[in-house]
């Protein structure tokens, strides 16, 4: 898999000085490479009993319906705030300078039901351990945690209270 970081443009400097971003959309693009990432995620998840698939918004979504599909699973996406039009249950958790919230629809994971939750990038862990909470208070349970990139240096895995987590690619 390695190979297909050749596929990610880095950026450096954005969204702030000193940060180096890694631009998933020039790897979305390579026919090649979409269908590779779809695959090893499904490839590590295919023989585990996965409900639902939740995807966190926004780069969550170019990856988690399509693997939803492939492992026979419901999609179920986690939004920022106002974005869902039905009752909802929300988790805050802190960034660098403040805080954030996402939302997800109350009756969206049954309890008992086994949840992979997908996104493009595993930093700190934050976005991802409020999501795994949301995903545990209304009864689910967290079969995987599968990212596209994870960069190491942040120690985000450390955040996820020992969840099981698999990433692809590895910076």
Known sequence: MNHLKDLIRQVPDFPKPGILFYDITTLLKN???LKQVLD?????????PID??????????????????????????VRKPGKLCSATVAEEYALEYGTDRLEMHEDAIAAGQNVLIVDDVLATGGTAAAVARLVERVGGRIAGMGFVLELDF????????????????HY
Do not use: W
Request: net charge positive; charged share 20%; no cysteine.
């Open 154 to 169: 942040l120690k985000g895995r450390d955040r996820l209270d020992g969840r099981p987590v698999h990433s692809l690619l």
């Open 40 to 48: 090893g995620l499904r490839d590590e998840y295919v023989s585990k």
């Open 31 to 33: 026919p090649g490479g």
């Open 52 to 77: 639902v698939v939740v995807g966190i918004e926004a780069r969550g979504f170019f990856f988690a319906p399509a693997l939803a599909y492939a492992l026979g699973a419901g999609f179920v996406p």
